[in-house]
């Protein structure tokens, strides 16, 4: 028991049980689950994005009209476009999150965007980002930094 207890007590000093574990953020209707970034792979990278679930538990849809963080000189709504035979990034308006559903912000697809990075992303760090919804307002979240190359937040 004792040694459970002492194994227990070091992996949560480590963070083993600290970037990769699940994060719920929650405000009304709106369930901001297992964000996640990128560490930047290089320090000359001026660029970076953020991934995560939205659920949306409501009646009524609402969507993300902006998001704002201290971390890069701007921070977009962006997604993934096929055009002619080549995947080009676009920044969108909003994301639109239905009621009672859920939608990937994902490599490859929707994401948040942060261009002119003020310092690289470094693994094991995190950042405050802040989702403004249009109903829902406000939601704050930190953004836990994985290894390059990462495909999930467990990773």
């Known amino acids: ?13 480590t963070g083993i049980a600290g970037p ?3 994060a719920e953020f929650k405000s ?3 369930v901001i689950a ?4 990128r560490a930047s792979a290089s320090k000359m990278m001026k660029a970076g994005a953020a991934f995560m679930a939205l659920t949306n538990n409501g009646a009524q849809a609402d969507r993300i009209i902006e998001a704002q963080s201290t971390i890069a000189k701007k921070t977009e709504l962006h997604t993934h476009l096929m055009e002619k035979g080549v995947m080009k990034m676009r ?3 909003a ?14 697809g929707l994401h948040v965007m942060f261009m002119g990075l003020k310092g690289p992303l470094k693994v094991g760090a995190s950042f405050s980002l802040t989702l403004v919804f249009e109903k829902a307002g406000k939601i704050k979240i930190e953004v836990p930094i994985m290894k390059p190359g990462a495909k ?3 990773k």
Do not use: C, R, Y
């Open 1 to 13: 028991m004792k040694k459970f207890i002492l194994i227990a007590l070091v992996s949560m000093l």
């Open 20 to 22: 990769s574990a699940a």
């Open 28 to 30: 009304g209707d709106i």
């Open 34 to 37: 297992n964000p996640w970034a």
């Open 91 to 93: 920044q969108v308006e």
């Open 95 to 108: 994301i639109d999150v239905p009621a009672g559903k859920t939608v990937a912000l994902k490599p490859g």
């Open 152 to 154: 999930s937040h467990m």
